[in-house]
């Protein structure tokens, strides 16, 4: 599997470096299988977010994750696209202040925590593309527990489970 990582101006939290190296542990999981090919990741605001939710699920809800498979050949390259996760970087950048304000944690701790909360929902994404759903609250919950545990693997913080449905 291959990431190929866009970004809206001005989000250049997390690194596309950090972002890699969870989707290879994750993908190292005896859990989690993968079809080979490119997973498209775009980092978006809220505004692309809504857009995107209300183009293709005729909802106005705030989305943290879309994952939208394609299985489609790339004309050009003749790589399968397993396809494309769009993540609401505007929502995890709140999720992350809100937490540092809850939890009385330092104004420095913030990027981290932003990396974070980014990574957990391209991981989310990629674990819809594995097989997994998240419609019951039961497996929205092995989700999170999934990506957080790799998370937790790469030194990464994690803002605790909300419970809250993640659309996707």
Known sequence: MRLEIDRAESMTVPSDEAVLKAAEALLKRDDVMLPEGVVEVRLCGLEEMLELNRRYHDSDAVTDVL??????????????????????????AARARDWLAAAELPAEEYERYLASETILYVLHGLLHFAGYDDE?????????DMAAEVLASLGWPVVPYSGEKEDS
Do not use: C, W, Y
């Not at 489609?72 to 995890?92: C, K, Y």
């Not at 019951?136 to 999170?144: A, G, T, V, W």
């Open 136 to 144: 019951l609250p039961e497996d929205r919950r092995e989700m999170f």
């Open 67 to 92: 994952a939208f498979e394609m299985f489609d050949e790339d004309p050009a390259t003749g790589e399968i696209i397993v396809g494309s996760i769009a993540v609401n970087h505007d929502l995890a």
